[in-house]
């Protein structure tokens, strides 16, 4: 298997039609001479042992996962070269830890592809908060099992800023000075939503002497492993390809 390739590149639909065809050869290469009878079909053989299936995998998803362990690493080695190179030509996401995922068509290089993956890496990663200065109070997923802009749609509507770090919006001291910057006075329905909001908060608390991390809540230790990724592509994927720009 050409690891090192699929982390880097993505691979071409042909080319995985192909080793799957070898997969699919080697497996049944007992069968005997002519026509072979498939005993259970290549979609079965590819789910996860857990599903009842042998485990081999799509390639295009084993693709996909091994392309995320570089969006994992990218704010984890923010003195690396090739860290540094990256956010040169790319800038910085608005969410302050990773690359630019905007990538034009014309560049033909591995962040291309990378840059892909980054729809369904996020939605296996949360944040650990410490001090509040790099999460986003309203868009990154910290507190709860969906961002606070979800959560709270009408109030995330009237913020001024909605990429506000949490730190602006607690303040430095405690009891929390509580700075949201509504661009006007709220409705009934949005001061209701912002009482359960406020009920929600009332047991946070901050750690101004620890930084603000990003887990992988797909793992007990919070860190990022290629195969929680590829299993979890595969349950909700299944067969369907996950580079489905030029289907659209």
Same mark, same amino acid.
Request: with cysteine.
């Given at each position: =298997?050409?690891?090192?390739?699929?982390? #880097?590149?993505?691979?071409?639909?042909?080319?995985?039609?192909?080793?799957?065809?070898?997969?699919?050869?080697? +497996?049944?290469?007992?069968?005997?001479?002519?026509?072979?009878?498939?005993?259970?079909?290549?979609?079965?053989?590819?789910?996860?042992?857990? &599903?009842?299936?042998?485990?081999?995998?799509?390639?295009?998803?084993?693709?996909?996962?091994?392309?995320?362990?570089? +969006?994992?690493?990218?704010?984890?080695?923010?003195?690396?070269?090739?860290?540094?190179?990256?956010?040169?030509?790319?800038?910085?996401?608005?969410?302050?830890?990773?690359? &630019?995922?905007?990538?034009?068509?014309?560049?033909?290089?591995?962040?291309?592809?990378?840059?892909?993956?980054?729809?369904?890496?996020?939605?296996?990663?949360?944040?650990?908060?410490?001090?509040?200065?790099?999460?986003?109070?309203?868009?990154? #997923?910290?507190?709860?099992?969906?961002? #606070?802009?979800?959560?709270?749609?009408?109030?995330?509507?009237?913020?001024?800023?909605?990429?506000?770090?949490?730190?602006?919006?607690?303040?430095?001291?405690?009891?929390?000075?509580?700075?949201? &910057?509504?661009?006007? &006075?709220?409705?009934?329905?949005?001061?209701?939503?912002?009482?359960?909001? =406020?009920?929600?908060?009332?047991?946070?608390?901050?750690?101004?002497?620890? #930084?603000?991390?990003?887990?992988?809540?797909?793992?007990?230790?919070?860190?990022?492993?290629?195969?929680?990724?590829?299993?979890?592509?595969?349950?909700?994927?299944?067969?369907?390809?996950?580079?489905?720009?030029?289907?659209?």
């Amino acid at each position: =298997m050409p690891c090192y390739f699929l982390s #880097l590149f993505k691979i071409p639909a042909s080319v995985a039609a192909k080793i799957e065809r070898l997969q699919r050869d080697f +497996l049944w290469s007992g069968v005997g001479e002519g026509k072979r009878d498939y005993l259970v079909s290549w979609d079965v053989v590819c789910k996860p042992k857990a &599903n009842g299936g042998l485990g081999f995998g799509k390639i295009a998803l084993r693709n996909v996962a091994l392309l995320g362990k570089w +969006l994992w690493r990218y704010p984890r080695e923010g003195f690396a070269l090739w860290h540094k190179v990256i956010l040169g030509i790319y800038g910085s996401h608005s969410n302050g830890w990773d690359a &630019n995922t905007i990538v034009r068509w014309s560049h033909r290089c591995p962040w291309k592809a990378i840059a892909q993956v980054f729809q369904e890496f996020s939605k296996f990663t949360r944040f650990v908060l410490g001090d509040g200065e790099r999460i986003r109070f309203w868009e990154d #997923l910290w507190w709860g099992d969906q961002p #606070l802009g979800s959560q709270y749609p009408r109030l995330f509507r009237v913020v001024t800023d909605k990429n506000s770090p949490i730190s602006s919006i607690l303040g430095s001291t405690h009891p929390f000075s509580w700075n949201f &910057n509504f661009r006007r &006075n709220l409705s009934d329905p949005e001061i209701e939503e912002f009482e359960g909001l =406020m009920r929600s908060l009332d047991c946070l608390h901050v750690s101004f002497s620890i #930084l603000d991390a990003r887990s992988w809540s797909l793992s007990s230790s919070g860190l990022f492993t290629v195969k929680s990724f590829f299993l979890a592509l595969s349950h909700c994927f299944g067969s369907h390809p996950v580079f489905s720009t030029k289907c659209v």
